[in-house]
């Protein structure tokens, strides 16, 4: 039987996260991402308009031997309070399908073309939206 001494505890709130110097950083990552992306622009609170809250999610990445590889934070808007049909129309994330995956790499194999894999750090912030949409400050 084998014991773990290290216990990982993730914030479960702003408030926690922020009496660590480690969260606060990631946190400020996360905010610098967002506004290097252009994600939002501050402006007076619209009255006739519905506000989005936000909320901080927390998690830490652990290597195979369970020391801390990193901890990530991630601003998240509660889209749950919106409404289908009157806040918005559709929702759509721009995902490969894993047969159009399979027939890229069949092709390749085919052709004897090399193939490169890649991860855009934050693409799911690089979405453009139609419809404007109000957000709780941070």
Do not use: H
Not at 58 to 66: I, Q
Not at 116 to 126: E, G, I, P, R
Request: overall charge negative.
């Amino acid at each position: 039987m084998a014991q773990c001494n290290m216990c990982i505890v993730e914030p479960d709130s702003f408030e926690e996260a922020d009496l660590d110097k480690s969260w606060r950083n990631v946190m400020k990552a996360e905010l610098e991402m967002i506004e290097k992306n252009d994600t939002w622009k501050l402006m007076d609170r619209p009255f006739s308009k519905p506000i989005i809250g936000v909320k901080w999610v927390y998690k830490t990445e652990l290597n195979l031997d369970g020391s801390v590889q990193k901890n990530k934070a991630r601003l998240m808007a509660k889209g749950y309070s919106q409404k289908p049909g009157i806040d918005y129309n559709e929702t759509f994330a721009p995902v490969a399908r894993l047969d159009t995956i399979r027939t890229l790499i069949a092709l390749a194999a085919q052709k004897e073309w090399n193939l490169y894999q890649l991860d855009v750090k934050s693409a799911f912030l690089n979405g453009v939206l139609k419809e404007e949409v109000y957000v709780e400050q941070p």
